[in-house]
């Protein structure tokens, strides 16, 4: 055998080989998504207490012990699915506020817009954040505290701007109108959750509009017309 042939030989088995490795990060990717998503629907029909690993492992269709493989703890696993969408949400605010061309009541209402549609779309995944970790003061939401407040102290940048050039007035601090606007936001979600509130697609559009009047209606330095 050649040379070329060994180094022939040599080039189509390490190609293999790399092929081989991306398939199963793609597979051990898939198999996690899996896990986490079967997740989201036990912590949402049984609440994060009111389970156990095993009922996760069943709705996943895994073998109880490949949850452990992926994930230390339930706990780890609700951690999981809370960064990864409030670092979505996070991203969102910070790409709202980075256009200086925008008015911030039009900001605000993007954000409140991008949180309502984030519970139309996955209103299981929002149900276990907002029930097992924001509200949660006694556990989930106590340790994640200063992750929730990046999501408060950016919407309170975005007020605090609009104080500065005169578009709302400064008679509310820039943090109590941030908790006061995010607070609004979860307790509608909260009352979609219970179905307090009716959950017809017109009025995901009319809660969006309704948080904004209800928030900026007591922040613009001149009333806003119709």
Known sequence: VSRADELSHLRSALGG?????TRNLEQAAEKRRQILDAAVVVFARQGFHGCRVSDIADEAGVAYGLVYHYFRSKDEVLDTLFLERWDVLLAAIREVDADASIPAREKLHAIASFIVDSY????????????EVTRAANSF???????IREAYDLIAEIVAKAQATGEFRTTVTPAFA???????IEQVLTG??????PGAPEDFDQAKDFVVDTICGGLDAVAATA
Do not use: Q, T
Request: glycine share 6%; net charge positive; proline share 3%.
């Open 120 to 131: 139309r779309h996955d209103p299981d995944l929002m149900k276990v954040i907002i029930v």
């Open 178 to 184: 941030a908790l006061a606007f995010y607070g609004a």
């Open 192 to 197: 979609w959750i219970f179905e307090l509130l």
């Open 141 to 147: 939401g106590r340790s994640h505290l200063a992750k």
């Open 17 to 21: 080989a790399r092929l081989m490795a």
